[in-house]
């Protein structure tokens, strides 16, 4: 969304949120559903912008990471810890409507440091991987 269009949301009163006529914000229907069903487990292809959760799941996986400082990895993070604890990810991609809020894009100056933490995150499932191999071969 621009950013008159993004304000004009978040200024409405809360109570009137549920009752936005979001046509007004021009989502359009894309019929492209059956997609979503490639590499639905997949964390390379899910943003939190096209899933929602049962806040359960959220605090089971302590929510996002704030060690991510800046633009980049945090979703992937997410996501990751989310299906290491069997959490079935169902996405909205291409299905539920979405709209961005505008908002100035963050700084990229971390992406490297963002990059490390998302490694670790990829060896510990890796490890959890080779563990429960192991395990259902004894």
């Given at each position: 969304?621009?950013?008159?269009?993004t304000?004009?949301l978040?200024?409405?009163?809360?109570?009137a949120?549920?009752?936005?006529d979001f046509h007004?914000?021009?989502?359009?229907?894309?019929?492209?559903?059956?997609l979503?069903?490639?590499?639905?487990n997949?964390?390379?292809?899910v943003r939190?912008?096209?899933?929602s959760?049962?806040t359960?799941?959220v605090?089971?996986?302590?929510?996002f990471?704030?060690q991510y400082?800046?633009?980049?990895?945090?979703d992937?993070?997410?996501?990751?810890?989310?299906?290491n604890?069997?959490?079935t990810?169902k996405s909205?991609r291409?299905q539920?409507?979405?709209?961005?809020?505008?908002?100035?894009?963050?700084?990229?100056?971390?992406?490297?440091v963002?990059?490390?933490?998302?490694r670790?995150?990829?060896a510990v499932?890796?490890?959890?991987?080779?563990y429960?191999s192991i395990?259902?071969?004894l």
């Open positions: 969304m621009n950013q008159r269009d304000e004009r978040l200024n409405r009163k809360e109570s949120l549920n009752q936005v007004e914000f021009k989502f359009k229907r894309i019929p492209l559903g059956p979503r069903e490639l590499k639905p997949s964390w390379e292809i939190s912008c096209n899933m959760l049962h359960s799941d605090l089971e996986v302590s929510g990471d704030e400082v800046g633009w980049g990895r945090e992937s993070d997410f996501v990751i810890r989310l299906l604890s069997s959490v990810i909205g291409f539920a409507c979405v709209k961005h809020l505008y908002h100035p894009e963050a700084d990229r100056n971390q992406l490297a963002n990059d490390d933490l998302l670790n995150v990829l499932k890796n490890r959890q991987r080779v429960k395990l259902d071969k």
